[in-house]
């Protein structure tokens, strides 16, 4: 593979993985926050139908389907989430590995070079 292939091959891994982490960090944030609302709306459901304390409504609220399948969402996206970093960063550190050897064989090349020994 030619030097210029190597570069792009790299860059597009890397760039490929950022995407990939953008958005499932978008989800993850998305449902994080909607975990709030759900949550709140959940409450207000609980109190409609008679719960009066905070305590009772918040404890009917975290036990209805809906905020237990979305709470799955979340947990499903945290795992997504640190799946895709773990990527990015894997291709983050090739590209830096290869940036070391190809510094590594360009002071190499010169040392050749200027060894009056050869």
């Known amino acids: 593979m030619s030097f210029t292939d ?8 890397y ?3 950022c995407e ?4 499932c960090l978008s989800e993850h944030t998305k449902l994080d926050h909607t975990r709030h609302v759900l949550l ?3 409450m207000q459901d609980a109190e ?3 719960f009066s304390s905070a305590a009772a409504q918040e404890r009917e609220a975290r036990a209805a389907p809906e905020y237990e399948k979305h709470i799955d969402k979340l947990a499903e996206a ?8 773990g990527e990015m960063l894997r ?15 360009r002071a190499e090349l010169q040392a ?7």
């Open 78 to 85: 945290t795992g997504n989430l640190a799946v895709a970093k």
């Open 40 to 42: 709140a709306t959940l």
């Open 112 to 118: 050749l070079r200027s060894d009056p020994n050869p």
């Open 20 to 23: 990939r982490y953008g958005k």
């Open 48 to 50: 409609a139908r008679g």
């Open 15 to 17: 760039t490929d993985s």
């Open 91 to 105: 291709n983050e550190w090739r590209l830096r590995l290869w940036q070391t050897y190809q510094s590594t064989a």
């Open 6 to 13: 190597t570069v792009q091959v790299l860059l597009k891994d």
